[in-house]
Each structure stands twice: as structure tokens, then as C-alpha cells.
């Protein structure tokens, strides 16, 4: 399956952004779903996964409660719901797949990445 990442952008501290996982190439409802980011000079953080059928979802200690992870499979496509920026959270964002949801919330291990997109946040 082929991902591609899109919605980031500059905002300011406090503000929203919604980035968009649009998949293709193979049946995306087989997958589970996670999105990582990675800032300069930091290791890839894990930061949401979403089961194959949308109905669990899990967050990172991190982004709990400011971030929400969700999926509309008609349309192939996930999303991950930033509220509450913070300069921190400043990051180039990945989407990837994995048949297996254990393998996204335990090794990162995944079936495939998308390229990522920028999200910076200014305070």
C-alpha cells in the first residue's frame, strides 16, 4: 500500500492542524495505522495508532488528550486531529501501516511509510 502524508503546515502555539493519511494500492481496511513523528537531531517518536476497523485507538502519553487519531476507510484515508499545539510538538509527521496493530504500539516495526509532512509550531 502506498501512503502519502499531507496537511502540515506553520501554525501558532495553541492552534489546530488536521493531517490526512491518504493510502492506495492494496486494501486499506486491512491495516492498521500509525503516525510518528521525528524533530531535527531526535529519534522517530511514536505518537497515535488506529486498529484496521477504526474502532481502537491509542495515543501517546505525549499527545493525549490534544491529538486524535481516526480513519474513514470508504475513502481510504486516515487523519490525525492536533488541538492545542505546542512549539514542541514541532516535527516532520509520518503515516505508515502495519497488518499487525501490536507490532505499531510495541516495535514501530511497520509494512509501510509514507513521506512525511512538515508541522512547525511557532510559540
Known amino acids: 500500500v502506498q501512503l502519502q502524508a499531507s496537511g502540515g503546515g506553520l501554525v501558532m502555539a495553541g492552534g489546530s492542524l488536521r493531517l490526512s493519511c491518504a493510502a492506495s494500492g492494496d486494501t486499506f481496511s486491512d491495516y492498521a495505522v500509525g503516525w510518528f513523528r521525528q524533530a531535527p537531531e531526535k529519534e522517530r517518536e511514536y505518537v497515535a495508532a488506529?486498529?484496521?476497523?477504526?474502532?481502537?485507538?491509542y495515543h501517546a502519553h505525549s499527545v493525549k488528550d490534544r491529538f486524535f487519531i481516526s480513519r474513514d476507510n470508504a475513502k481510504n484515508t486516515a487523519f490525525l486531529e492536533m488541538n492545542s499545539l505546542k512549539p514542541e510538538d514541532t516535527a516532520v509527521y509520518y503515516c505508515a501501516a502495519n497488518s499487525v496493530l501490536r507490532e505499531i504500539l510495541t516495535s514501530g516495526v511497520m509494512d509501510y511509510w509514507g513521506k512525511g509532512t512538515q508541522v512547525t509550531v511557532s510559540s
Open positions: 488506529i486498529d484496521s476497523s477504526g474502532t481502537r485507538m
